[in-house]
């Protein structure tokens, strides 16, 4: 690339543009709001919500910003009358129909819509027309439901489907102002990352029905986590109830509730995306999780647990750890402080389970455990060997069955209950919202995540628990 | 019959036929162009006729093939027959009677771009220009004509036609385009323009019917003939179609700079029933309405109809005699633009219908006064600030309507009526 920029003027700053970029795309850059519906910078320029427009000097007509590349000393005024008034009409045009129902809106508090109503809308309406009615609560797919009323028709969707997902799955039909989104098969919207288009739908058209209804979302609060769905480990945001809204509801579990789990948006893992996986993590954290040890068997207090388990792993005559897929590196950099010859192997958590994507040309990936190159790069790639011996083994993760061989089992796991994990000892910990670390994805990309909860009381961190069993 | 590019001959059951249009010395120019002329200088000769676009926004048609790059690979020519402006019967009858002549024209313009492959997307509501058109292709192919290595040149050219669904902005060259290539019908962004990317993403030209059928005669006559028409800084003929209250509705061909108060009162005959002139919508039905005192004065060249604060547009006179009421003849118009709006950009997809909605009550007695203020405010925000024109096209009426008869909406808001009830009386 070149070095050589383009000058511009946008409200009296002298920007400099990159060659190629549009008006809308320098002033993003430099913090000069352009109000923008239909623009999204990962999709292509549709320029139909017109709200944009902006002022050239020498130029007769408002142009649209998105649409309108740099050239150099161009002159752009976005704050002059005209270009208020066009907004203005914009903003008018659009709520015509729309039936400002922000009260039962759930995209109320993170609308677009709402937002450029109140920083450039007109005060009051001159429409005295009974509104259009349209189509409301409609399925479009198993997980999104459409209202046509608020849809601005901004063609964010339709772009989405047919440019990132590839799934072609929507389109807009009918002309005019009766024309409205729609699958194409009407009712089954089930690309694997249908849930996007709530998270770039300007307004409240378009609704995850998982949340519909759930909680308003000035009540929530994102922490920043990472997916634990695939080796891609994809940034998300997950909402739980803000510290202030957490003192209105004492003695509820509504405190320690993940509402629902968004995207946030990485340019180097996963840009604006996320698939319906990553969107459905607080419904896979919320499984029944194993809250207190188990002592062969029976239900036992930590300490008890932890006895039993150093005396199996001190009395043992060769023993072996598996390390999850799950871990987070600081926590395999304590196993990996405390080992001491003692063989290690590694494996997949998960894999793949039916009727799930296995890989796509987007984010998804074969591999289905966040860490698993964090793993490989301390431990290498050796499988559990059922023909080594091992009497005891320190098993950390989820299992389907008794590591093949094995006198004694330590099971370190997340969920489960006493049937599942026929382990000597279980010892519980804690999931990836409960603690802070970092993952490092396929591309050995490191992301990390904040902790969202406390620990539930009977559970441990990994860390602290290998920490005890080697002192 | 007394035409000079078009009405040169008298119609009969025959007169469309490729004998007939040979007899009248037809596909000379072709043969000509393709013996005589390298593209390039075809294309000069076009520009030195000074022949404007006929569709509506008169662009200089030698330019337009001028911004198609010398060194494109593939150039793609499309024939606009999409004739949608109320008013407009001037191509359909270009195709009913002189087929031949527009097929002759398609053909020079595409030697001239060096396209291989021409298209002319027609409306999906004609029926015997369809008929007529598909006719006089197949006998062209049958006399070589079209195809490969035409008369021997080894100039090569196909041309498909392709039919509408019936949508008035797919006349709009970019939403022609994308109806074309199988898509909706909605207007592209412009830049970039179709000369540089158009149909299948290749530099295209979307040309009218009437241009690109008076090529020929520019041919054959040269250009200096067809710039010694009509008035200097648009020359040549256009066809006029008279519609409405006159006594001979009809298309007449006419140089550029006639005066129109002649064209309505001396060749369409007058107005109906003798009665007076009220108004006159000069070049289809979005083009700013001229009242009878505006038109005395003005001459059918776009200078001349700017000063007045119009249009020559696509050539169709509307005629209004006294007696008409304009607040339901403006809805008549509006219902039109609130139904073929495309509904891909906010200000017109929300604002034709709006209008339309607004007038609708006005005609039903329900209208008040701060309806009509908004009816003078909505074009104000729709006019230039869509993705095409058809939001100008249909904001165009409302503003001038309001402007020049707002005293008859007034009337009807406060009398619940029009001041003119009832029909309009033989």
New interface residues.
């Given amino acids: 690339m070149s070095t050589s920029t383009i000058k511009v003027t946008i409200d009296q700053h002298e920007i400099e543009a990159r060659p190629g970029e549009t008006v809308l795309q320098v002033a993003r850059r430099h913090g000069i709001d352009i109000p923008h519906f239909c623009y999204h910078d990962k999709l292509s320029?549709?320029?139909?919500?017109?709200?944009c427009?902006v002022k050239v000097n020498g130029l007769?007509?408002?142009q649209?910003a998105c649409?309108l590349?740099c050239a150099p000393n161009m002159v752009i005024e976005t704050a002059v009358e005209q270009v208020q008034?066009?907004r203005e009409?914009?903003l008018?045009?659009?709520l015509?129909?729309h039936p400002v129902d922000c009260g039962i809106c759930d995209k109320a508090g993170e609308c677009r819509l709402q937002d450029y109503q109140h920083l450039y809308g007109p005060k009051q309406s001159?429409?005295?027309?009974p509104k259009?009615h349209k189509r409301k609560l409609y399925d479009l797919g198993p997980r999104i439901t459409l209202d046509n009323e608020r849809c601005?028709?901004c063609s964010r969707c339709v772009r989405f489907t047919r440019e990132i997902s590839g799934s072609n799955a929507l389109g807009?039909v009918?002309?005019?102002?009766?024309?409205y989104v729609e699958a194409e098969v009407p009712g089954r919207f089930d690309d694997p990352y249908s849930d996007n288009v709530t998270e770039i739908c300007p307004t409240g058209a378009l609704l995850s029905k998982d949340f519909l209804y759930k909680c308003r979302v000035w009540f929530l609060q994102p922490v920043r986590s990472v997916c634990t769905g695939c080796a891609r480990g994809c940034s998300i945001k997950v909402w739980r109830r803000s510290a202030v809204r957490q003192q209105h509801m004492p003695g509820t579990d509504s405190a320690h509730v993940a509402y629902r789990t968004t995207v946030f948006e990485n340019a180097e893992i996963n840009g604006p995306w996320l698939c319906n996986k990553g969107y459905d993590q607080h419904k896979w954290m919320a499984r029944e999780r194993l809250l207190e040890p188990l002592v062969r068997g029976r239900a036992g207090t930590v300490a008890e647990a932890l006895a039993e388990a150093k005396r199996l792993l001190e009395s043992a005559r060769n023993p072996a750890v598996l390390v999850s897929s799950h871990a987070s590196n600081e926590e395999l950099d304590v196993l990996q402080s405390l080992l001491g010859g003692v063989a290690v192997y590694v494996h997949r958590d998960w894999l793949p389970v039916e009727g799930e994507v296995v890989e796509d040309h987007l984010l998804i990936r074969a591999d289905k455990n966040p860490n698993r190159a964090g793993v490989v790069a301390r431990f290498g790639e050796r499988e559990f060997d059922a023909t080594a011996g091992h009497d005891v083994v320190l098993a950390w993760g989820e299992f389907a069955g008794a590591p093949p061989g094995a006198a004694h089992w330590i099971h370190l796991s997340l969920f489960g209950t006493p049937a599942e994990v026929p382990a000597t000892v279980v010892i519980p910990v804690s999931n990836t919202w409960e603690r802070r670390g970092t993952f490092t994805n396929f591309e050995g990309k490191l992301n990390a995540f904040e902790q969202v909860f406390e620990r539930p009381a009977g559970v441990q961190h990994a860390a602290d628990v290998l920490r005890s069993l080697a002192s | 019959m007394n035409g000079t590019v078009f009405q040169t001959f008298p119609i009969t059951a025959t007169s469309h036929t490729l004998g007939e249009y040979r007899a009248r010395g037809g596909y000379a120019g072709l043969g000509q162009a393709l013996r005589e002329w390298t593209p390039a200088q075809v294309g000069e000769r076009a520009k030195a006729s000074g022949l404007q676009g006929r569709g509506g926004a008169g662009f200089m048609t030698g330019l337009k093939w001028e911004f198609v790059s010398k060194d494109a690979p593939v150039v793609y020519l499309c024939c606009n027959i999409d004739e949608g402006e109320p008013g407009t019967f001037k191509d359909r009858w270009i195709l009913e009677h002189s087929p031949h002549q527009l097929i002759e024209g398609m053909l020079i313009a595409s030697y001239a771009l060096r396209v291989r492959h021409a298209f002319a997307y027609i409306r999906g509501e004609f029926d015997l220009p369809l008929r007529r058109l598909e006719a006089a292709l197949q006998e062209a192919y049958a006399a070589g004509l079209v195809g490969e290595n035409i008369l021997g040149s080894g100039f090569s050219c196909d041309i498909v036609v392709h039919r509408g669904a019936g949508?008035y902005v797919c006349g709009e060259e970019s939403s022609l385009i994308n109806s074309l290539e199988g898509k909706?019908g909605f207007p592209r962004?412009k830049?970039p323009f179709p000369a540089v990317r158009g149909l299948y993403q290749k530099p295209t030209v979307v040309n009218n019917v009437e241009t690109l059928a008076t090529v020929p005669w520019i041919m054959v006559h040269g250009p200096e003939a067809y710039a010694a028409i009509g008035v200097k800084k648009s020359p040549g003929t256009r066809l006029f179609g008279v519609s409405g209250h006159v006594e001979r509705p009809g298309l007449f061909e006419r140089p550029t700079g006639y005066p129109l108060a002649q064209l309505i009162h001396e060749d369409a005959g007058g107005i109906l029933g003798g009665r007076k002139l009220k108004a006159v919508i000069p070049g289809g039905s979005s083009t700013p309405i001229l009242t009878a005192a505006e038109i005395e004065t003005v001459t059918l060249d776009p200078e001349s109809m700017t000063r007045a604060g119009s249009m020559v547009g696509s050539g169709a006179v509307i005629v209004i005699a006294e007696g008409t009421c304009m607040v339901r003849l403006l809805q008549v118009l509006s219902r039109f633009y609130?139904?073929?709006?495309?509904?891909?950009?906010?200000?017109c997809?929300?604002?034709?219908?709006?209008m339309n909605?607004?007038l609708e009550?006005v005609i039903a007695g329900q209208g008040?006064p701060?309806?009509l203020?908004?009816l003078r405010?909505l074009p104000?925000?729709?006019q230039?600030?869509?993705?095409c024109a058809l939001g100008d096209a249909a904001s165009m009426p409302v503003a001038s309507f309001m402007k020049k008869f707002g005293e008859e909406f007034e009337h009807y808001v406060t009398h619940g009526r029009s001041v003119h009830d009832g029909r309009l009386a033989p």
């Fill in positions: 320029i549709s320029g139909n919500c017109r709200i427009l007769p007509k408002l649209p649409n590349g008034q066009a009409n914009v008018q045009f659009l015509v129909n001159i429409a005295r027309d259009h601005i028709l807009i009918e002309r005019g102002n009766h024309s | 949508a909706k962004n830049p609130a139904h073929e709006s495309c509904g891909q950009c906010t200000p997809r929300e604002g034709t219908d709006w909605r607004i009550r008040t701060a309806d203020a908004t405010r104000t925000g729709i230039g600030n869509t993705v």
